[in-house]
């Protein structure tokens, strides 16, 4: 479903999902189609902590991250247009999810676990955050799933689609200045 705020926006586009869903790579292309400059949620945090993600788990574990995570996203405050490719984890944080919100539209990129599973041979390596109980890629979409829904404007179901495509279809629903 495609709600009256995406049909109505400017090129404002926050990208969410699970780890390897295409945020990034769409968000690149999306930005180079239309023009918005592009941020990746994930270098956000990098730059902040001077380390990689993995690294920030690792050293000062998950909720320090999850609490570095929403810092640095309540902190984005683009001018005019922008994508933001954020990290999987952005949905814990209702407070980051609402200040974004409030910035743009917010576009779910869907895949199932499987997918993800491919694209994504060691998880660790990547600095995905597991809380908990969670040990496994389809533990965890389960989780995040339902919070993607909460959150999203517009949900794509990626899978089969190119990259491009997905970022055609976002932009065709922007509306142009």
């Not at 292309?29 to 380390?51: K, M, N, Q, V, Y």
């Not at 954020?86 to 200040?99: C, D, F, K, L, P």
């Not at 694209?119 to 496994?136: N, S």
């Amino acid at each position: 479903m495609v709600s009256d705020k995406y049909n109505n926006s400017m090129c404002k586009v926050i990208l969410i999902g699970m780890p390897s869903s295409g945020k990034s790579t769409v968000g690149k292309l999306l930005s180079a189609i239309g023009g918005a400059p592009f941020t990746d949620g994930d270098d956000l945090i990098r730059a902040a902590a001077h380390r990689p993600l993995h690294a920030i788990i690792e050293e000062q574990g998950t909720e320090a991250f999850l609490a570095l995570e929403e810092r640095v996203l309540c902190d984005f405050h683009p001018a005019g247009e922008f994508v933001l490719a954020t990290g999987g984890s952005a949905v814990y944080s209702a407070r980051a999810m609402s200040h974004l919100r409030q910035l743009g539209t917010i576009v779910y990129l869907s895949l199932p676990p499987a997918q993800i599973a491919a694209r994504i041979p060691d998880y660790t390596a990547r600095g995905v955050v597991m809380r908990g109980e969670i040990h496994t890629l389809q533990e965890l979409y389960a989780e995040r799933a339902p919070l993607y829904e909460r959150y999203a404007d517009l949900t794509i179901d990626v899978a089969g689609l190119q990259p491009i495509e997905i970022a055609h279809r976002i932009h065709g629903g922007c509306k142009k200045p």
